[in-house]
Protein backbone atom coordinates (compact mmCIF):
# COMPACT_ATOMS: atom_id res chain seq x y z
CA UNK A 1 0.00 0.00 0.00
CA UNK A 2 1.37 2.85 -1.36
CA UNK A 3 1.90 5.91 1.78
CA UNK A 4 -0.56 8.47 0.31
CA UNK A 5 -3.33 5.48 0.48
CA UNK A 6 -1.96 4.63 3.91
CA UNK A 7 -2.50 8.70 4.95
CA UNK A 8 -5.68 8.87 3.08
CA UNK A 9 -7.00 5.48 5.34
CA UNK A 10 -6.08 7.43 8.14
CA UNK A 11 -8.13 10.72 6.64
CA UNK A 12 -11.08 8.91 6.41
CA UNK A 13 -10.81 7.26 9.82
CA UNK A 14 -9.70 10.29 11.95
CA UNK A 15 -11.65 12.80 9.66
CA UNK A 16 -14.79 11.57 8.13
CA UNK A 17 -15.42 8.77 10.46
CA UNK A 18 -17.02 10.76 13.53
CA UNK A 19 -18.71 13.32 10.32
CA UNK A 20 -20.57 9.77 8.38
CA UNK A 21 -20.89 8.05 11.47
CA UNK A 22 -22.26 4.50 10.35
CA UNK A 23 -21.55 5.18 6.99
CA UNK A 24 -18.41 5.47 7.03
CA UNK A 25 -17.46 2.38 5.87
CA UNK A 26 -19.34 2.84 2.15
CA UNK A 27 -16.58 6.15 1.89
CA UNK A 28 -13.60 3.47 2.82
CA UNK A 29 -15.73 1.47 0.39
CA UNK A 30 -15.57 4.14 -2.65
CA UNK A 31 -12.38 5.68 -1.88
CA UNK A 32 -9.67 3.24 -0.39
CA UNK A 33 -10.53 -0.03 -1.59
CA UNK A 34 -11.20 1.91 -4.86
CA UNK A 35 -7.35 2.88 -4.91
CA UNK A 36 -6.31 -0.43 -3.51
CA UNK A 37 -7.88 -2.45 -6.01
CA UNK A 38 -6.95 -1.04 -8.80
CA UNK A 39 -4.94 -3.15 -11.94
CA UNK A 40 -3.73 -1.88 -14.86
CA UNK A 41 -5.48 -1.81 -17.97
CA UNK A 42 -4.91 -4.75 -20.42
CA UNK A 43 -4.91 -4.14 -24.63
CA UNK A 44 -7.52 -7.33 -24.60
CA UNK A 45 -9.93 -4.69 -22.83
CA UNK A 46 -9.11 -1.59 -24.26
CA UNK A 47 -9.73 -3.29 -27.94
CA UNK A 48 -13.47 -3.88 -27.39
CA UNK A 49 -13.81 0.43 -27.15
CA UNK A 50 -15.33 1.07 -30.07
CA UNK A 51 -16.30 4.82 -29.72
CA UNK A 52 -14.02 7.53 -29.66
CA UNK A 53 -12.37 8.37 -26.18
CA UNK A 54 -11.36 12.29 -24.92
CA UNK A 55 -9.31 12.19 -21.56
CA UNK A 56 -9.82 15.49 -19.80
CA UNK A 57 -6.92 16.30 -17.92
CA UNK A 58 -7.23 19.10 -15.09
CA UNK A 59 -3.47 20.51 -14.73
CA UNK A 60 -3.75 21.66 -11.46
CA UNK A 61 -4.84 17.74 -10.40
CA UNK A 62 -2.27 16.69 -7.48
CA UNK A 63 -3.86 13.42 -7.40
CA UNK A 64 -3.20 12.38 -11.10
CA UNK A 65 -0.40 13.86 -12.36
CA UNK A 66 -0.53 14.32 -16.20
CA UNK A 67 1.67 11.32 -17.16
CA UNK A 68 -0.94 8.75 -16.31
CA UNK A 69 -3.18 10.42 -18.54
CA UNK A 70 -0.68 10.42 -21.39
CA UNK A 71 0.08 6.12 -20.14
CA UNK A 72 -3.48 5.81 -20.82
CA UNK A 73 -3.46 7.42 -24.18
CA UNK A 74 -0.55 5.43 -25.71
CA UNK A 75 -2.61 2.53 -24.09
CA UNK A 76 -5.84 3.78 -26.18
CA UNK A 77 -3.89 4.05 -29.26
CA UNK A 78 -1.87 0.41 -29.15
CA UNK A 79 -5.30 -0.97 -28.34
CA UNK A 80 -6.25 1.03 -31.98
CA UNK A 81 -9.02 3.23 -30.20
CA UNK A 82 -9.59 6.69 -31.33
CA UNK A 83 -8.50 8.73 -28.66
CA UNK A 84 -7.98 12.10 -27.48
CA UNK A 85 -6.32 14.08 -24.34
CA UNK A 86 -7.12 18.07 -23.56
CA UNK A 87 -5.57 19.76 -20.79
CA UNK A 88 -8.43 21.33 -18.42
CA UNK A 89 -6.55 24.71 -17.78
CA UNK A 90 -6.42 25.74 -13.79
CA UNK A 91 -8.03 23.11 -12.46
CA UNK A 92 -7.97 20.89 -9.67
CA UNK A 93 -8.94 17.60 -9.16
CA UNK A 94 -12.89 16.98 -9.76
CA UNK A 95 -12.49 20.28 -12.34
CA UNK A 96 -15.85 19.55 -13.88
CA UNK A 97 -17.38 20.87 -10.32
CA UNK A 98 -14.89 23.75 -10.01
CA UNK A 99 -15.14 24.57 -13.89
CA UNK A 100 -17.98 23.40 -15.29
CA UNK A 101 -18.47 25.79 -18.45
CA UNK A 102 -15.17 25.05 -19.52
CA UNK A 103 -16.08 21.26 -18.93
CA UNK A 104 -19.11 21.22 -20.46
CA UNK A 105 -17.54 22.95 -24.11
CA UNK A 106 -15.07 19.95 -23.70
CA UNK A 107 -17.67 17.55 -23.85
CA UNK A 108 -19.88 19.36 -26.15
CA UNK A 109 -17.24 20.22 -29.01
CA UNK A 110 -16.19 16.01 -28.51
CA UNK A 111 -19.76 15.14 -28.83
CA UNK A 112 -21.01 17.32 -31.60
CA UNK A 113 -17.46 16.04 -33.50
CA UNK A 114 -19.32 13.23 -33.73
CA UNK A 115 -22.63 13.87 -34.76
CA UNK A 116 -24.57 15.33 -38.07
CA UNK A 117 -25.35 18.35 -36.43
CA UNK A 118 -27.58 19.67 -39.82
CA UNK A 119 -30.20 17.50 -37.89
CA UNK A 120 -30.15 19.16 -34.55
CA UNK A 121 -31.72 21.75 -33.12
CA UNK A 122 -30.13 24.73 -31.91
CA UNK A 123 -29.19 24.26 -27.95
CA UNK A 124 -31.33 25.78 -25.41
CA UNK A 125 -30.18 29.07 -23.74
CA UNK A 126 -30.86 28.20 -20.42
CA UNK A 127 -30.05 24.86 -18.70
CA UNK A 128 -31.59 24.15 -15.61
CA UNK A 129 -30.75 20.87 -13.31
CA UNK A 130 -33.71 18.71 -13.15
CA UNK A 131 -32.72 18.27 -9.60
CA UNK A 132 -32.69 21.86 -8.33
CA UNK A 133 -36.35 21.18 -6.30
CA UNK A 134 -34.97 18.03 -4.85
CA UNK A 135 -32.01 20.41 -3.74
CA UNK A 136 -33.94 23.12 -2.42
CA UNK A 137 -35.62 20.76 -0.19
CA UNK A 138 -32.22 19.49 1.50
CA UNK A 139 -31.33 23.20 2.30
CA UNK A 140 -29.50 24.55 -1.28
CA UNK A 141 -30.25 28.42 -1.37
CA UNK A 142 -29.87 28.88 -4.94
CA UNK A 143 -27.62 32.15 -5.22
CA UNK A 144 -26.31 31.27 -2.00
CA UNK A 145 -22.96 29.90 -2.43
CA UNK A 146 -21.24 29.11 -5.80
CA UNK A 147 -19.25 25.82 -6.81
CA UNK A 148 -15.50 27.81 -6.05
CA UNK A 149 -16.34 29.11 -2.75
CA UNK A 150 -17.38 25.47 -1.58
CA UNK A 151 -14.93 23.94 -3.35
CA UNK A 152 -12.41 26.36 -1.58
CA UNK A 153 -13.66 25.56 1.90
CA UNK A 154 -15.27 29.11 2.52
CA UNK A 155 -18.86 27.79 2.84
CA UNK A 156 -19.94 24.98 5.43
CA UNK A 157 -22.79 22.32 3.80
Not at 2 to 10: C, D, G, P, Q
Not at 25 to 43: D, K, R, S
Not at 60 to 86: G, S, T
Request: net charge negative; proline share 7%.
Amino acid sequence: MSKNVRLYAVFVSCILHPIAGDNAHLIQLITVQFFLNQHPFEGSSLERIRAPVLLVHCSEDIVYPRRHAEALLELLHAADVDANLVTLEGAPHWGNATHPEETNALLYEFVMSGCDTSKLPPPPEIVESPFLEELARHGLVEGEADVEEVASGCVKL
